[in-house]
C-alpha cells in the first residue's frame, strides 16, 4: 500500500488559528511586551516607524557646498594626484575630464604610463591624444624631471594657450 501525499492549496489550518490568535490578542501582547521591557517594545516600535518617515525640509536650511561654475567653457589643467593618477580636470569645477595615465614604480625609481587597454586602464586614451602624448610613455622621473615637470609637459601639450 502507498501513501500519497499532496500538497493543499492555501495556508494551513494550523498557521490561520496562530494568525487570528496572534491579531486578536495583539494589544494583550503589546502590554505584556511594553512591561517585561519597561516600556522598551513601544520606544522601538516609535523608532522604527519614526526612521522610515521621509525628511521634512520645512524650517531647515539648506546650504549646497558645491563649488560655483564661474563659466560654461571648461579651463582644464593636469594635476597629478596624491595616488599617483595623471588626470585632467577643469579648474572652475575641479571635476576630472580625462584619465592620462598614472605614475608607477617604487621609491627608486618612477615611470609614467598612458592611460592604454596594454597598460590595464578601462577607459583608454583617445588614438589623437595618444599620439599627441605618446613621447611621453614610460618617461623616467627622477631629480631632474619630477612629476610637476611631467604635469606642465603634458599641459603643454593638450591645453591649448589661445587666452
Known amino acids: 500500500m502507498v501513501d500519497i501525499f499532496s500538497k493543499r492549496e ?71 594626484s596624491l595616488n599617483n593618477r595623471v588626470v585632467l580636470v577643469d579648474k572652475s569645477t575641479g571635476r ?18 598612458l592611460a592604454t587597454k596594454d597598460n590595464g586602464f578601462l577607459s583608454p586614451l583617445e588614438d589623437d591624444m595618444l599620439a599627441a602624448l605618446a613621447h611621453l610613455e614610460g618617461a623616467d622621473l627622477t631629480g631632474d624631471f619630477t612629476d610637476s615637470d611631467l604635469a606642465q609637459a603634458l599641459e603643454d601639450l593638450i591645453v591649448p594657450r589661445g587666452k
Do not use: C
Open 10 to 80: 492555501g495556508p494551513r489550518l494550523e498557521d490561520v488559528k496562530a494568525k487570528r490568535l496572534l491579531s486578536e490578542n495583539a494589544g494583550t501582547i503589546r502590554k505584556l511586551a511594553d512591561q517585561i521591557s519597561n516600556g522598551g517594545f513601544s520606544k522601538m516600535r516609535a523608532d522604527q516607524a519614526r526612521r522610515k518617515q521621509e525628511p521634512k525640509p520645512e524650517g531647515l536650511i539648506i546650504h549646497d557646498m558645491k563649488a560655483r561654475v564661474s563659466s560654461e567653457t571648461p579651463e582644464p589643467y593636469v594635476k597629478v
Open 96 to 113: 576630472q575630464m580625462q584619465l592620462l595615465g598614472e605614475i608607477r614604480g617604487n621609491f627608486m625609481s618612477k615611470y609614467f604610463v
